[in-house]
């Protein structure tokens, strides 16, 4: 797959992600590269979330990979349940990065407006990385998550919420994985070509 004819859409979680965040480095080292933008990093709302991330989509006139991040990957599956056939005919497919278990005990208060978590399967391919000791979804409800959505599902050992406050600031190594959903792409394109 030529990453030119790709358009790369980063959905950060709540707080978005700052500059040193990874989704910040892919953003800047990724050929034609945008993020989602929200109103309000602080305070989401599911509705106004999944509405910048359709624009967002419909204002590009390439095909797109999303890559989300925590809060993002639920905004994702919350967009893609309800999304026209048209919009969803644009997303090649997502990297859906630590995502959030906005329905755990103990889950802020802030992000209860997007529970319950859609659970519909995703109509599109989607690689599903979680972690092992990530304190905002067990290991088990990524792997749930991703059966849920049907991603491929990858659990990497002791890398937290894969955030800069877990050690991930440019995380060189997920390109590997954002690579790997690419080829799953191609595949899937040759098989229906």
């Known amino acids: 797959m030529r990453s030119e004819s790709i358009h790369y859409l980063v959905v950060p979680g709540w707080h978005g992600s700052p500059d040193n965040h990874w989704q910040s480095h892919w953003q ?4 034609n590269s945008a993020r ?3 109103a309000d990093w602080s305070s989401p709302h599911r509705e106004q979330w999944v509405a910048e991330l359709e624009r967002r989509i419909a204002q590009s006139t390439s095909p797109v ?5 925590s809060l993002g990957c639920i905004t994702v599956a919350h ?7 048209d919009m969803v005919r644009r997303i090649r497919g997502a990297l859906l990065v630590a995502p959030a278990d906005v329905q755990r005990d103990g889950c802020p208060e802030a992000l209860r407006d997007f529970a319950p978590i859609a659970r519909q399967r995703l109509p599109f391919p989607s690689l599903l990385i979680g972690s092992d000791n990530d ?8 792997i749930e998550l991703g059966l849920d959505w049907g991603s491929d599902t990858v659990i990497l050992s002791g890398a937290g919420h894969i955030n800069v406050q877990s050690g991930h600031t440019r995380w060189e190594q997920g390109f590997a ?7 799953r792409i191609a595949e899937q394109a040759r098989k229906t070509a």
Not at 65 to 69: S, V
Not at 79 to 85: G, K, R, S
Not at 135 to 142: D, H, I, L
Not at 177 to 183: D, I, K, S, T
């Open 65 to 69: 990979i999303l890559i989300a991040h």
């Open 177 to 183: 994985y954002l690579y790997r959903l690419q080829n």
């Open 135 to 142: 304190a905002a979804a067990t290991a088990g409800r990524a």
């Open 28 to 31: 800047r080292s990724l050929p």
């Open 36 to 38: 989602t933008e929200q």
């Open 79 to 85: 967009w893609a349940a309800q999304a026209p056939v």
